[in-house]
């Protein structure tokens, strides 16, 4: 029983699902062929390498189904192509996804340059914090006089005031005026800042790449004047946005990239890449066994780091249909896919996972989606499931952003990539679900 248990741990571990993968970790699945084959280092990576200017680009997909990931990969390409990248995820320790603006990702940038950045003359943006200290000092939470600080302490003032940025609602709404105020004057002398730094990057790099990663997950709150808060970040705000002189990647939910304002976002970023499902099933729902595999293959690499020897259908599952259900009611989303996972061991007192185990994580987080999902958008889900389209409102964007609706994509003989979108297959069995489908044969 102790050693089944040690094992079972062991198992779960691997599996964590809120842990992206370094670039080069023996679990990673390159899934493009079963994405569309949009691949991030084309896409994103070679713009970067080809352009003479710097680059602006947005990086979107449902949340949990591996940018991260993806984006580390980026990082490592560039950097093994002389680029210096700054990788932050941006709701760590920087913003409050509930409650976020534009000053607060330019203040991230800030402070995660001047701590990368070591090399560079911080004295630009010191001369900033000094000229408007008196002002600040209070919303940072000190007493001390700047001119009594190290550099080093100096510095560590900006990662203060993003800290009560994050932490501190009563602070905030200050601290975005006291920047609101000074914007101009903090993206010149962010810049003079980076204009050194560049001079000054290590050996053998020549650009500087920012990535500011989990922007995606900023919840979206209609303001006073009708539009998301994701319009006024990342559109109304965009020239602040795009101001640095670097080359900046910016994750943003894929709800924003299907607003009316979408030609907008074409003009201001260019194209925006976006990472769709794992295609599981096809549009007319049928199983599609390349997609099925590799979701199978991300349960095998992770399990072989444990046991290589331990077979899927044997050891682990009690047959091939229970690791199939379990890998098709992920729905090819990576995150859904590892938390069943973990939630049917848990569930599970020896190998190998029985049916019964997978079910109960089925209907676990069967439950979990269904609460999300409003009495009047049942409807809705059951018109997107028949037409495998969605119409571009706020309803079905804010499906989308909660990942009721997944968006696929995949290349056709021609080479051309279809896109289509579905129901997560957790919410095709619901009795709501059901009861809207039938409500629809009707018409």
């Known amino acids: 029983m102790v050693q089944d248990l040690k094992l079972l741990k062991q198992i779960y571990n691997t599996f964590n699902p809120f842990q992206p993968l370094l ?256 295609m599981v099933r096809t549009p007319d729902e049928e199983v599609y066994e390349p997609g099925l595999n590799k979701v199978k293959e991300v349960i095998a690499k992770r399990v072989s780091q444990v046991n290589p020897n331990l077979s899927l259908t044997t050891d682990i599952f009690d047959g091939q249909e229970t690791l199939e259900k379990l890998c098709l009611m992920s729905g090819g989303h990576v995150r859904n896919l590892l938390l069943m996972m973990q939630s049917a061991l848990t569930l599970t007192d020896s190998l190998p996972i029985s049916a019964k185990a997978v079910q109960q994580a089925v209907t676990k987080a069967r439950n979990i989606y269904s609460n999300s999902v409003d009495d009047h958008q049942w409807i809705e889900l059951a018109q997107v499931y028949r037409s495998k389209l969605t119409r571009n409102n706020d309803l079905h964007r804010s499906l989308l952003f909660n990942r009721c609706i997944l968006e696929y994509r995949h290349s056709d003989d021609q080479g051309n990539i279809q896109l289509w979108r579905d129901v997560h297959p957790l919410l095709k069995s619901t009795k709501e679900f059901q009861a809207a489908l039938k409500e629809l044969q009707h018409f």
């Open 23 to 278: 670039a080069g970790d023996p679990v990673y699945v390159d899934c493009q062929e079963v994405r569309g084959s949009g691949d991030i280092i084309r896409w994103l990576g070679r713009d970067i390498l080809f352009s003479h200017q710097n680059t602006y680009q947005l990086y979107a997909g449902h949340r949990g189904a591996g940018k991260s990931t993806e984006l580390l990969r980026l990082k490592k390409y560039l950097e093994d192509n002389h680029c210096f990248v700054v990788y932050f995820a941006a709701d760590e320790e920087d913003i409050n996804p509930q409650d976020a603006q534009y000053t607060d990702i330019l203040l991230a940038c800030t402070r995660h340059l001047l701590e990368e950045l070591k090399n560079a003359d911080p004295k630009p943006l010191l001369n900033w914090l000094q000229q408007r200290w008196q002002n600040l000092k209070d919303l940072a939470l000190t007493e001390i006089s700047l001119e009594n600080m190290s550099v080093e302490a100096q510095i560590s003032e900006f990662g203060q005031l993003t800290a009560n940025l994050r932490a501190t609602p009563t602070l905030r709404q200050k601290i975005r005026e006291q920047l609101n105020l000074h914007t101009t004057t903090l993206i010149d002398a962010l810049n003079q800042f980076i204009a050194e730094a560049t001079k000054q990057l290590p050996a053998g790099y020549d650009k500087l790449v920012v990535i500011a990663d989990n922007l995606d997950r900023i919840v979206p709150v209609i303001q006073e004047d009708g539009k998301l808060n994701h319009e006024h970040i990342f559109l109304d705000r965009s020239k602040q946005l795009k101001a640095l002189d670097c080359h900046l990647i910016y994750t943003v939910p894929i709800s924003l990239l299907y607003s009316n304002r979408a030609t907008d976002l074409l003009d201001i970023y260019g194209d925006a890449q976006i990472l769709p499902m794992i």
